[in-house]
């Protein structure tokens, strides 16, 4: 019997127009609120509309910071954080895909501590970081109910993130509709990145009971979607299915962290700018390849609950989806997978994940 702990703090509120709706909510974390988007996706997607409105409704006063860049950095979120506290939000509400949502969180201490954004790393701060209400306008990062945020350190050349329990946001608002003008790659590539949390997460040494199930459901929910996103045509209810099953996959990587994926997929996002899920999604099969040496029963389970024959039928689709992996330097597999056997993700992994290995596993995505 295992024990374990499961911690999932944030209400999530599913369906179309509940920002507007359950306005009241954003009432009750105070007057001034900070908007935290990217530059265009919040508005491109509806959703600065939706939380405008709301505000408004409310007679919450509000200030729109939408500098936050992909892959944001610490320099950026530090420009976040001077803005906040300037303003002194009670607050803040981020709109976007992972990069505004993580960069909600770097905000939302900052704005309360007057530190360098390099001390967010020492995941210990003298004043609690400020609610965070999370709209997601990508399916994919899960980071609405996350306590992470992921932030480029330039210096390291490499992302790394920070995590305290007050990150997870108190509110988490699912509207498929605010995925609905997402490009196919982006697309793509962001379902991606959910089915990695949620196959790496069930393969993690950290999965328990709760997190096992959740992945299982959300493959399942992904499985639905994977005609669509063969043949680039998204229905409403896909759309609506790859956002839930993206935020089970938070869920999951909540408790069980991201494994050698996720530390491998860094290096080629920082020095050859793949998007975050494009490169999980190349790695993937080969990951699944080397977990079935130690957990074949689970690499059995994923498989068929996506519902594929073989890791040769899941590797070809990681390919069609995820198109061709970047040409890599022997020195650059060498340097890539030094970096990712430091991380802890790695160490989540089954099995035993040396240097060489990794190496393997670059070579032969
Ligand atoms: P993203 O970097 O947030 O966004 C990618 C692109 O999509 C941006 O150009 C963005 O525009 C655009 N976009 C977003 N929503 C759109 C919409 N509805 N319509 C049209 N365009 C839209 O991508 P992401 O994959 O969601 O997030 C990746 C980040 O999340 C990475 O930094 C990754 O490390 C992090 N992450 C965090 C967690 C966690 O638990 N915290 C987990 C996994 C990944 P704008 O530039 O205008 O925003
Ligand atoms: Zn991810």
Known sequence: MQNYSFFMPTRVIHGERELVKQAGLLKQLGNRCLLVTGKTSARVSGALDDAVEALKSQGIEYELFDQVENNPSLENVGAGGKAARKFRPDFILGIGGGSPLDASKAVAVLAVNNIEPEELYRNKFDNPPLPIVAVPTTAGTGSEVTPYSVLTHNELETKK??????????????????????????TRDTALDALSHLVEGYLSRKAIGTSDFLAERGMKLWAKCLKGLREGALTPEDRDLLLVASTLGGMVIAHTGTTLVHALGYPLTYYHGLPHGRANGLLLGEYLRFSAQYVPERVNDVLAWLGLKDIGEFSRIMGELAGPMVGLTGEEVKQYAAKAAATKNAAQSQGDVTETVLQRILECS
């Open 161 to 186: 993130s920070f995590s305290v329990p007050e990150l997870f946001p108190r509110i988490a608002f699912l509207d498929w509709r605010y995925t609905e003008k997402l490009p196919l790659s982006i």
